[in-house]
C-alpha cells in the first residue's frame, strides 16, 4: 500500500487493493463514490478485468460513505445486471439506470457467412448466412445509480449530512441559446393560472402540471450523450481526445531518443550497445510515459457525474481510479478526491495527468 498527497489539488492516490485501502478510513466518511468498476469480461486480456468490482470492495465504499450518499458506477451492458445486483445484495437502494451513448463504438462481431465461406472455400455471397453477425456496434454504456440507505427523508438527510439529494440545477443542460426549457410544476406564469380542467370544468388539481419556464436549462435526464444529434437534449460532451488522454505526460520522449542520445538516458545499459528497441522497449514498461489505460472516460462526462450527486467542496471517492479521469473532475469541481488502483503504473500516470489538468 503507497499512499501519494497532491496538495495544491486536494488529491490522495493509494496504489493498493480498495478492500484494504479503505479501512484507513472512518464510517460516513465520503460525501459521494464515482467510480467505473471493472466490466468482468477480462477486457483486452486485463487480469483486473475478472468481476464488476469485488464485493469487499463495495462493502468498504457502503460503510465509508455518508447515509444518504449517493454512488455512480459504469457497466458493461453484458454484465451490468451483476454489478447492480452486487450492489443492492450488500444494501445500496438501487434509485435509477443511466446510459452513456456514444458513437464512437466499433462491431467486434464474428461474420458467420464469411467464416463458412472460408471453411468451405466458397463466395460469402454464395452462402445463405451472407450477412448474419454475433453482435451490435457497442453505442452505449449502463451506469447504476444507487444510495446508502438512511432513515431520514431526503430533506432532513440534506439538512444532517449534506447528501441524499441530486444537484439538478448545476446539471441542468443548455443546448442553444433561445431555447425554451422547461419543467412540469404547477404554477402561475406571466401572472396567468394554467392547468388542466376536467369535463365539469373544474381544475384537476392531479393532472395539473404544466410548463413552466426555466432560464437555467433543460433538466438532466437519466441519458448523457456523446452525439450531439439528435441527442441535444442530453448532456452532449466530445468524447476523449489525445490531449485530453495523454495531459501531463511525455508522449513523444520515446520518439525523442535516436541512437546518438540513447547512452545519455538513464535506463540505458551497455548490454543494450546500440540496440534502440531494447532502449525503447525498457522504457515503456516502466515509465508512465504516455496513458495506456484501455478504459479512459471523458473528463467532462465524470464532471458532470460529480456535480450531479456531490455537494459543493465535497469529499468524492473512486475506488476503481485507473488513469485519474474522476480526480481530474474532481479537480476542477473543486472538491476533496480519493483515488486507489492496484498498478502502481496508473496511479503514476493519475498523479502527472492531475498534476496537469487545467480545464482552461
Ligand atoms: C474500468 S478501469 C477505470 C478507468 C478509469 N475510469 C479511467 O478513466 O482511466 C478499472 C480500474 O480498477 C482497477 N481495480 C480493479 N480491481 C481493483 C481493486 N480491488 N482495488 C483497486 N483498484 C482495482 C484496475 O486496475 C483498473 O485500472
Given at each position: ?37 471493472p ?7 486485463k487480469d483486473w478485468d475478472n ?269 476503481f ?21 492496484l498498478d ?17
Amino acid at each position: 500500500m503507497e499512499k501519494i498527497e497532491i496538495e495544491e489539488s486536494k488529491t490522495t492516490l493509494w496504489v493498493g487493493d480498495s478492500a484494504e485501502v479503505l479501512k484507513q478510513y472512518p464510517d460516513n466518511h465520503f460525501d459521494s463514490v464515482v467510480t467505473d468498476a471493472p466490466y468482468g469480461i477480462e477486457f483486452l486480456g486485463k487480469d483486473w478485468d475478472n468481476n464488476t468490482g469485488a464485493i469487499e470492495v463495495w462493502k468498504e465504499c457502503l460503510r465509508v460513505l455518508k447515509p444518504g450518499g449517493y454512488l455512480l458506477s459504469f457497466g458493461a451492458p453484458r454484465t451490468y445486471h451483476r454489478l447492480a445486483t452486487n450492489l443492492e445484495d450488500i444494501g445500496f437502494e438501487i434509485k435509477d439506470s443511466l446510459m452513456w451513448l456514444f458513437g464512437s463504438g466499433f462491431p467486434k462481431a464474428q461474420d458467420v457467412g464469411k467464416r463458412l465461406a472460408k471453411r468451405d472455400g466458397t463466395e460469402a455471397s454464395e452462402n445463405k448466412y451472407d450477412g448474419w453477425k454475433t453482435g451490435l456496434k457497442p453505442a452505449h454504456e449502463p451506469i447504476v445509480m444507487c444510495r446508502k440507505p438512511t432513515k431520514l427523508t431526503a430533506t432532513d438527510n440534506m439538512v444532517e449530512w449534506g447528501v441524499g439529494a441530486l444537484n439538478i440545477d448545476a446539471t441542468r443542460i443548455v443546448a442553444d441559446e433561445g431555447d425554451a426549457y422547461h419543467d412540469l410544476k404547477p404554477g402561475i406564469v406571466e401572472g396567468k393560472k394554467h392547468g388542466i380542467f376536467n369535463e365539469k370544468g373544474k381544475e384537476d388539481l392531479y393532472a395539473h402540471k404544466m410548463m413552466v419556464k426555466n432560464d437555467m436549462g433543460r433538466f438532466p435526464s437519466n441519458v448523457i450523450g456523446e452525439i450531439e444529434e439528435p441527442y441535444q437534449k442530453y448532456f452532449y460532451h466530445p468524447k476523449v481526445n489525445r490531449k485530453e488522454r495523454h495531459i501531463g505526460l511525455d508522449v513523444n520522449a520515446i520518439d525523442k531518443i535516436s541512437q546518438s542520445t540513447m547512452s545519455e538516458h538513464p535506463l540505458w545499459d551497455e548490454s543494450m550497445g546500440t540496440d534502440i528497441n531494447r532502449l525503447k522497449n525498457k522504457i515503456q514498461q516502466g515509465v508512465a510515459n504516455a496513458n495506456t489505460h484501455p478504459t479512459i472516460k471523458p473528463i467532462a462526462l465524470m464532471l458532470y457525474l460529480v456535480k450531479l450527486i456531490t455537494p459543493p467542496n465535497g469529499k468524492v471517492l473512486d475506488c476503481f481510479n485507473g488513469s485519474g479521469s474522476t480526480g481530474m473532475a474532481v479537480k476542477e469541481f473543486g472538491g476533496e478526491y480519493v483515488g486507489i488502483d492496484l498498478d502502481e503504473n496508473y496511479i503514476e500516470i493519475s498523479r502527472k495527468r492531475i498534476l496537469a489538468w487545467d480545464s482552461k
